[in-house]
């Protein structure tokens, strides 16, 4: 009996030095945004990629394009559904000496292929764009429609290499955008960062630098 209950005790004893030891979980590290100097580089690459409309220039372009290029070049005649405006506009680059127009036709003239963003495009380039400084970064924040994390970065940009005829009245009223970016000066845009197994990117797919929404 006495020892029936001794080798009870030891048996449980064992068991219970032989049981794995719980160890405390250890935290996953937080997720951190993008620092300045990291998001100053991704947004320096970013003006350099091409991504806007496969060049590194700011541009215009008769017709309201959708995409990554025109689908078209010069000889250019206006597609119907968008003859009005695209004429417009087309109007307004010959009277600052890019085309030249016969009957429905836009040439090039050779002022106009100097300036234009793509051999095989319609549009031209109207200047480069100059990284100021990060301003600021949000805390990491999700978005319902996004599984990757998400930041806010504000930055400040210049426009150079801006060519005279940016400057014309008939170019400013037709391309109203263009007429906003070169006030001069420096402007203030607030981007969309997300964060992928290559770590914080640019995520925002606009055709210009800031919309003006993110504009400050």
Request: hydrophobic share 45%; with cysteine; glycine share 10%.
């Amino acid at each position: 009996m006495h020892v029936r209950v001794w080798w009870s005790g030891l048996a449980g004893a064992l068991l219970a030095a032989l049981a794995p030891v719980a160890v405390a979980a250890i935290p996953a590290p937080t997720l951190q945004p993008p620092d300045r100097a990291d998001a100053t580089q991704a947004l320096s690459g970013w003006f350099r990629s091409g991504w806007w409309l496969g060049s590194d220039c700011m541009q215009v372009a008769p017709p309201l394009v959708i995409g990554h290029r025109p689908a078209a070049h010069y000889p250019w005649r206006p597609p119907r559904g968008d003859a009005a405006f695209s004429t417009d506009r087309a109007n307004a680059l010959v009277t600052a000496g890019l085309l030249t127009k016969q009957g429905a036709t836009y040439y090039l003239t050779a002022a106009g292929r100097d300036d234009l963003a793509r051999p095989d495009g319609l549009a031209f380039c109207t200047g480069y764009l100059q990284l100021g400084r990060v301003v600021s970064v949000s805390p990491v924040f999700h978005d319902t429609n996004v599984t990757q994390p998400l930041a806010k970065v504000t930055y400040t940009y210049a426009i150079t290499g801006v060519p005279g005829w940016a400057h014309d009245p008939a170019v400013q009223l037709r391309f109203q955008s263009l007429a906003e970016e070169l006030q001069g000066g420096w402007h203030k845009c607030t981007v969309q960062f997300i964060h992928g197994s290559a770590g914080w990117r640019v995520d925002t797919p606009v055709f210009a630098p800031c919309l003006p929404r993110n504009r400050g």
